[in-house]
């Protein structure tokens, strides 16, 4: 069994592209997990959505980005958190949001579990306390950014119980093996700090995992130039903090 995750794309398109169409390259490649982030930060919204709504091998879950944008799009309360950075921001990635796609991004759920090879996988965007796992947006359910480590990592996830938590949020690579559990968070697809995607491939042969993290280039001015041609608000924090 071999599948691919991708996280955080973050209305990257040309990032995105570059990756399915590395994993479209490779073999024996059975499923694409994508831990959400799919909107939100870069501008290039409907052709992230197009190219991951349009295929049959991919399953998807919500990120906090995602989420933020839907409290605007259903009119509920936004996140308190993201009220000083990503407001504006997010009001521009709703009115260009293509209006066919609110069911879907409604019904994304938050956690996703499988067993697989007898191996039991948890993917989730990052931690979510258990008794928050249904608390709307505004209420924060998503559990502050720790450093890496093994051992805040296992600490940030002790509520949960799998053999294998896969995960992303933070943009950071992760893989760790606390014996009983292994946490991995290839990073972002789409924000990096250089013209390159990464994403992550996960074997499971009997009963052993291995793990690899992908680099791929690709050609990120188009990108970048968007930010600019489009007046995307919030510019200057973006640039700052993630590219």
């Known amino acids: ?76 309360p936004y996140p308190e958190d993201l009220k000083d950075k990503f407001y504006e921001h997010h009001q521009w990635i709703e009115s260009h949001l293509d209006e066919d796609y609110y069911d879907r991004l409604n019904g994304l759920s938050r956690v996703m579990e499988l067993t697989l090879n007898n191996k039991k996988i ?33 600490a940030l996830f002790a509520d949960k119980n799998a053999d294998l938590i896969v995960f992303g949020h933070n943009h950071t690579v992760h893989l760790y093996d606390d014996k009983s559990t292994v946490y991995f968070n290839p990073g972002s697809v789409g924000l990096n700090n250089g013209a390159y995607a990464v994403y992550g491939i996960v074997t499971i042969e009997e009963d052993e995992f291995s793990f690899e993290r992908v680099k791929v280039p690709y050609d990120n001015e188009e990108f970048i130039r968007g930010f600019n041609e489009k007046q995307v608000p919030a510019k200057e924090l973006i640039f700052d903090k993630f590219l």
């Open 1 to 76: 069994m071999k599948f691919a995750i991708i996280t955080d794309v973050h209305g990257n398109f040309d990032a995105l592209e570059s990756v399915l169409d590395d994993i479209d390259r490779r073999e024996k490649i059975d499923k694409i997990y994508n831990l959400g982030d799919n909107i939100g930060v870069g501008h290039e919204t409907n052709k992230v959505l197009d190219a991951i709504f349009d295929r049959d091998d991919m399953e998807i879950i919500a990120g906090n980005h995602d989420e933020a944008v839907m409290s605007l799009v259903n009119e509920t």
């Open 122 to 154: 948890l993917f989730i965007h990052y931690e979510i306390p258990n008794e928050k796992l249904e608390t709307p947006i505004d209420g924060q359910p998503f559990s502050p950014i720790v450093e890496p480590s093994e051992e805040n990592v296992k």
